[in-house]
């Protein structure tokens, strides 16, 4: 089993979750055979990327004009395709 501990600096921190989501990280965590501190990293980490997405497309349309309607579209269609490939693997 892999464990984040024994490659990387971590920081100790006590958090505060509602319990519905305590419970379905832990039993997420179990599922995976990784413990709830890196269960929790891996979200942190998912959220992180997609905050960062969020922000390049703000710069980008600060800069460019909003995406216009067919252009969101396209975006959608290719991460439907995408997902659905990661689905079917």
Not at 6 to 34: F, H, I, P, Q
Not at 52 to 62: D, P
């Amino acid at each position: 089993m892999w464990c984040y501990h024994d490659v990387m600096a971590v920081r100790k921190l006590s958090v505060a979750l509602e319990e519905s989501v305590a419970a379905e990280a832990a039993e997420a965590a179990e599922r995976r055979g990784v413990s709830l501190s890196a269960w929790l990293n891996a979200a942190a980490e998912r959220a992180l990327v997609i905050e960062r997405g969020l922000a390049g497309v703000a710069e980008w349309e600060s800069e460019h004009g909003e995406l216009s309607a067919e252009e969101l579209a396209w975006a959608d269609s290719v991460l439907d395709r995408s997902v659905a490939g990661q689905v079917a693997s």
